[in-house]
Each structure stands twice: as C-alpha cells, then as structure tokens.
C-alpha cells in the first residue's frame, strides 16, 4: 500500500485538521454520526461502503479521537459509536460544507436535506466569518501569518578576556 | 484503479461537497490559492507531493468550478491558477477547519500558523453557527429534514363506467 503524504506534523491547522479527518469521505460518517447513527449497520445503509473500507475508517477515526466506542444503548450486544467533544466540534465543518455544497451543487427547485433549527424548523443563518470586533470578513480581508522559522543560532561570542 | 464510491447524486449537500472536493488534501491546494499561490511551482513547493499526483488534483479542481487556469499575471508562458467565486466560497470550509485544528492538534505554546484580520492583525471570531433569528445553535439545537421520497404512484381507480 502507497503511504500517503502526512501533514500531522505541519505547523498550519488547516493541514493538521485535513490529516486528521483521512479520507474526506470520513466527514460523512461524522455527518451520520450529527444525524444519530450509532451502530456500523447505520452507518453502512446510509453509505453503501464496502464493510471493511467502513470498519477501517471507523477505526480511524475512534483512533484520532473523532469518534468513541460505547456499549449499546439497549443493552445488547452491539457497540455504537458517538461522537467526542472533539468530535462535536467539527459541527462548524459539517454545517460549511452543507452551505457550499446547497449554494453549488444543486438547481434552483431540486429537492436536498436541509438543516433546520429544531425549535422553529427554519433554515440556519448562513455562517459568516467575523473579526474580533464583529466585522464581516472575507478572504481578502484576513492573512495568514506563517510561523517565524526558528532563530538561527547567536554567533559565538569571543570569549569575554579581562581587560 | 478503484472507483471510488462517489456521493455526487446524493440529496445531501454535504456529501455532493465531500464529492467534488475529492481527495483529502486537495482543500490544502485551495488554502494556499487563498494564501496567493497561483503557479504549479508554488503548489508543489508548499505541499510537497508529486508532480503527477498535483497534476491530477489541480485538473479535479478546474474541471469541479473550484479554480480556473488564467494566463500568467506577469505575462510569461505559465499558466496560473486562481479560485473561482465557487472556489472563494469555500473560505467557511477552510476556517472551520483551520479552527478545529487549532483548537485539537497543537499544545498550548505550540506555534501554527494564523489566520488574521488584515486591517489589525488580530485573530478571528471563532465561527459561530446560528439561527434565523440570531440564536447560537450548537449540535443538538440543529435537526435534518430528509427529502420526502417520492410519492406512491396513485393506485389505478377502476374504470369509471357508467352506471
């Protein structure tokens, strides 16, 4: 098996983030997961994954600490899966990636799953990026300042001589 | 080589976006557009992958709306590559994500790099979902409506004849 770039060790977030998630199609095991699926029959109807692709992403992502594995809730046999703090935290991701993918990926009039405020069932704000001080910001008002490279080392001094 | 599994009829935006962006690191090449990358050179310099392999990538992104290739901006004989509006909506994706990272994969005095507001270089606003009328909505405040599957063809009625 070819072994895949890692960026884990990359000092920008978006590439630790990216790294940790694997394959992307393991966001929607996350989505699930947002949704209630619990068990690994849940998750394999809502995907249609071969069972051992599943089971290895499922694996993955209990060992990144996205997901954690819990006895059944009804006291049977099974294990379910549910999502950490850590993973519940991804809830920003999912809902971004939800609002490009209505924006982009489907015409005016065709039918998609919509995520509705449970109290009221109306569609969410869309999320905006904001400054400290509560400005909207877009991408050409935000920079990325990289990590300064490590100081080189100080010139050896000569050596301190009584004068 | 295997066929993916592919999420592009799904009637869940999330995974028609899952879908188009593909590869798990392909988000990283749209990051470094948003950083000002634009040329082959520069891609391959900040991700570190093969050329062929970047090659493809960068071909999935033109081809999914998410960059197009511009002739080069200093009028040389490259070729550049700039987001499209599509692909500057991903700027939630890439923020959400960054925000995750930050906040799960570096130790407390551990330098990353920063996305910062360009006017005063302070960091951003922690992304907030909300609702309609402005109320935070965490995990357990949001619920997905499926699409309805379509209705029951009517049952035949029995010819009507005269009575």
Redesign the interface.
């Known amino acids: 098996m070819v072994r895949r ?1 890692r ?2 060790d990359s ?15 393991s ?2 095991i996350v ?1 699930d997961a ?2 209630g699926s619990r068990r690994f029959g849940e998750f394999q109807r809502s ?3 071969a069972k051992n692709i599943l089971t290895a992403r499922l694996r993955a992502l209990v060992d990144g ?1 996205v997901l954690e594995v819990v006895p059944a809730s009804d006291g049977s046999a099974y294990n379910e899966y549910v ?1 950490t703090p ?1 993973g ?19 015409a005016p009039d065709e ?15 869309a ?1 905006e ?7 909207r ?12 490279p490590p100081a080189a080392a100080p010139t050896p001094s000569a050596p301190s001589v009584p004068s």
Chains 1, 2 share one sequence.
């Open positions: 770039t960026f884990n000092d920008c977030p978006v590439a630790r983030s990216v790294d940790a998630i694997g394959d992307w199609w966001l929607l989505r947002f949704d995907l249609g994954v600490g999502l850590k519940r935290d991804l809830f920003n991701v999912i809902v971004a990636l939800r609002q490009w993918g209505e924006a982009h990926f489907f039918p998609h799953s919509e995520m509705v405020d449970r109290r009221d069932e109306h569609p969410l704000h999320l990026v904001r400054s400290a001080d509560g400005r910001i877009g991408p050409d008002d935000a920079v990325v300042k990289k990590v300064a």
